[in-house]
C-alpha cells in the first residue's frame, strides 16, 4: 500500500514516517518546511521506500502529483501555533490546505484520511480528564477553530463521497531530542 503524509518533515509526521516506514509501506512525504526539517526525516530519508516532496497543500497541482497510486493519507500538515498569530496563516494551511487535499482526493479516488486534530477543539472543557464525546466543541483559539473546520470538512466528505476518515485529538505531544 501506498501512504501519503503531509507534514512528514514535522515533529509528529516524521515519528510516523519511521514507524510506517518500519512496516514496510511505501510513502510519499508532501512538506514545505516551514517548520519541518530533513534532520526530522534523518533515520529514513535513505529509504528506498520513501519519497520526499518539498511542496505546499495551497497549491493543489502539487497534490495531484503526490497522490498518484496513494490509497491512504495522514494529514499532519498545518500551522501548528496555538497562540493567537495571523488568522489568516491558519485559514490558509489550516483550512483551506486541508479543503484542496479532499477535493484533490476526491477527483483522485483516494478515499482514506487520517487527521491530526487537537484537543484545542474542545475550547475549556470543564471536564477533565476530557472524554472523547464531550460536547459541545467550543473552541477559543484560531488554530482550534481552524482544526474543527477540517475536521467537520473530513466529516462531510465522509458522508459525501463514502470517504473513510478519522481524526486523532492529540493533546501536548513532547518527545526525546532525535
Ligand atoms: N505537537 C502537538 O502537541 C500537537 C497537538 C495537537 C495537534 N497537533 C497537530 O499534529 C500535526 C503535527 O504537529 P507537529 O507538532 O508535528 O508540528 P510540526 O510543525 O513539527 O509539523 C507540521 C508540518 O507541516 C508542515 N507544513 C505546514 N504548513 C504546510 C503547508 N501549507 N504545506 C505543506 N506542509 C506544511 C511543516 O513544515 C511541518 O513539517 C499538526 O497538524 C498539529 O496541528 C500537534
Known amino acids: 500500500m501506498k501512504i501519503l503524509v503531509t507534514g512528514g518533515a514535522g515533529f509528529i509526521g ?3 514516517v519511521d514507524e510506517l516506514l518500519s512496516e514496510d509501506y511505501e510513502l510519499v512525504v508532501i512538506d514545505n518546511f516551514s517548520s519541518g526539517s530533513f534532520d526530522n526525516l534523518s533515520n529514513s530519508i535513505t529509504s528506498p521506500k520513501l519519497k520526499v516532496i518539498k511542496g505546499d497543500l ?5 497534490l495531484v502529483a503526490s497522490l498518484s497510486d496513494t490509497q491512504t493519507v495522514f494529514h499532519f500538515a498545518a500551522n501548528p501555533e496555538v497562540r493567537i498569530g495571523d488568522p489568516n496563516e491558519h485559514f490558509e ?4 490546505a486541508t479543503y484542496n487535499l479532499l477535493e484533490v482526493m476526491r477527483k483522485m479516488d483516494v478515499a482514506n484520511i487520517v487527521f491530526a ?4 477543539v474542545y475550547g475549556d472543557a ?3 480528564p476530557t472524554p472523547e464525546s ?3 466543541l ?3 483559539s484560531i488554530y482550534g477553530a481552524s482544526k474543527l473546520a477540517c475536521k467537520a470538512l473530513i466529516s462531510s ?3 459525501t463521497y463514502s470517504f473513510r476518515g478519522i481524526s486523532l485529538k492529540y493533546f501536548q505531544c513532547y518527545r526525546p531530542q532525535k
Open 58 to 62: 495551497r497549491d493543489a497541482s502539487v
Open 134 to 136: 464531550y460536547g459541545p
Open 14 to 16: 516524521s515519528h510516523l
Open 157 to 159: 466528505y465522509a458522508y
Open 126 to 128: 470543564e471536564a477533565l
Open 93 to 96: 494551511n489550516n483550512i483551506k
Open 117 to 120: 486534530s487537537s484537543s484545542t
Open 138 to 140: 467550543k473552541p477559543i
